[in-house]
């Protein structure tokens, strides 16, 4: 089950709106569904808050650059005692179209740097949401395009994606993974 979420991006306004700043752009918008507010916690490097009930969450936003994303992660994840497969991290995927949500657990860094960090920090079988940004084309083009403002018609499929995985966070966080993968990688209707 998961009990922690953790959007990853670069703190500061200038990155506000880029697209590395996708997992941010995530968290925040749960917080908010949840009505809750971020904390600075100096102990888990981040804005942090959580959920009450039944099945408590933590929602992390590290304040870490996102190359130091792992240190935050560890030390939220460590004072709850949370085991690596019930930490959500939510990210940018150059890899996948604006628009395309997807949810899996494991795996490599693939070259993001946020994700290297985690996994040197605290391992790889956590859970992964990958919200589409899509690529530039170009190797040499990653960095100016993470760190630049989607073009309208981008920006809104990326907020798309969000939502879409946002109104799966229900079967997240009550242990239906399966179930929030099948929807998230079904096209909805009216997608070509």
């Known amino acids: 089950m998961i009990k922690l979420v953790v959007g990853l991006g670069n703190p500061g306004a200038e990155y506000e709106k880029t697209r ?10 749960l917080a908010k ?5 971020f904390r600075n916690e100096a102990k888990f490097f981040g804005g942090h808050c959580r959920s009450v009930g039944a099945n408590p969450i933590s ?3 590290p304040n870490t650059f996102m190359n130091l994303s792992g240190k935050s992660v560890a030390a939220c994840a460590c004072f709850y005692k949370y085991a690596v497969d019930e ?19 494991g795996g490599g860094h693939g070259g993001h740097n946020g ?24 190797a040499s083009k990653v960095l100016s395009w993470v760190l630049s403002r989607a073009a309208g018609p981008d920006e809104t499929s990326i907020h798309n994606a969000i939502e879409r995985g946002l109104d799966e966070m229900n079967n997240i966080t009550n242990d239906q ?16």
């Open 59 to 61: 929602i992390l936003r």
């Open 87 to 105: 930490v959500l991290v939510v990210h940018d995927e150059l890899d996948l179209e604006p628009g395309v949500v997807r949810l899996k657990q």
């Open 33 to 37: 569904r949840q009505l809750l507010t």
């Open 115 to 138: 994700l290297r960090d985690i996994i040197s920090h605290f391992g790889k079988d956590f859970f992964r949401m990958r919200i589409g940004v899509g690529h530039p084309g170009h």
């Open 177 to 192: 993974l399966q179930v929030a993968m099948t929807r998230l990688h079904t096209k909805p209707s009216g997608e070509r």
């Open 20 to 29: 590395h700043n996708a997992g941010f752009w995530f968290v925040d918008a």
